[in-house]
């Protein structure tokens, strides 16, 4: 979810009666997501990417839900409606830009701890000359090896496609050739502003918007090729943004990619938001038609967890 800012939005106070289908939720789930946000919230965590920082309503809160034993749907249901006063956010009349949902998933990619012939394409750990107050070299410039000497390969992935969607998704499963795993996860950027290059070519006409998706993407860089001055390559290096990654420290399917408060994200339980305007742990009700089950839409009524 996303705006320019805080004063182009209206808030209309509800009830919870008011939130369609709130009643056929899980929301011992939902509680038990929101309760590792209040734990990190709690315990004054840092996280990975700052964000607004939790009001003292909110702290509040996050320490009583720890104080709590909920084990039943219908508890968790008690708690939100005790501490919690639903409101409808929409856009004021004339605002810059509207709220919108997109979706997120974790690449699984095959890569080597060594560099070979298969395996030609580094991913980059965090460099130890990165300071968010000094400009930093943008993405043609770090690929043309201007950090070399000061930031680590921790991988080698097939090509710079796959490293380029892995910056794009913030995390990764890496798949090695003894069949295990390691996690990709988020370890600083660059600082320069992200640019969606399916945009580009959709907006260029390369693609149409119907047609567009990610393995046309792929398809659509690597055809037009990935060494110096490929029209591939120049693509790619319209988005000047660039992610440095570490390894995790566990890479359990069942434990999601790192999000924002350095916290394990939860499959449809877990959203991003614009953190210049939304503290971490903040509960949203989000009522769509989404094509969440498949390829068309149907009904999304959850609470998610910020």
Known sequence: MGTQDRRELRFSCLSFADLEDFGQDDHLEAFQVFARS??????????????????????????????????????????????????????????????????????????????????????????NNLNALAPYPDRAAIESGAIERHAPVIVWLRDRVEVFLAQVQGSARVRLADGSYRRLRYAGRNGHPYTSIGRILIESGEIPEADMSLAALKQWIRAHGQNPGDAGTLLMHRNKSYVFFSFGEECEPACGPIGGQGISLTALRSIAVDRAIWSYGLPFWIAADLPWRGSTSSPFRRLMIA
Do not use: M, N, W
């Not at 009349?93 to 580094?122: K, Q, W």
């Open 38 to 127: 209040c734990a990190s919230i709690d315990a004054k965590q840092s996280p990975l990417r700052k964000g607004a920082p939790a009001t003292a309503a909110l702290r509040a809160v996050a320490h009583e839900a720890l104080r709590q034993e909920v084990h039943e749907p219908a508890q968790a249901r008690r708690f939100f409606e005790r501490h919690f006063q639903p409101c409808r956010v929409s856009a004021c009349a004339g605002a810059r830009t509207a709220g919108f949902l997109t979706g997120y998933y974790e690449p699984i990619v095959d890569g080597s701890l060594a560099r070979s012939r298969d395996f030609p394409a580094p991913v980059f750990g965090r460099p």
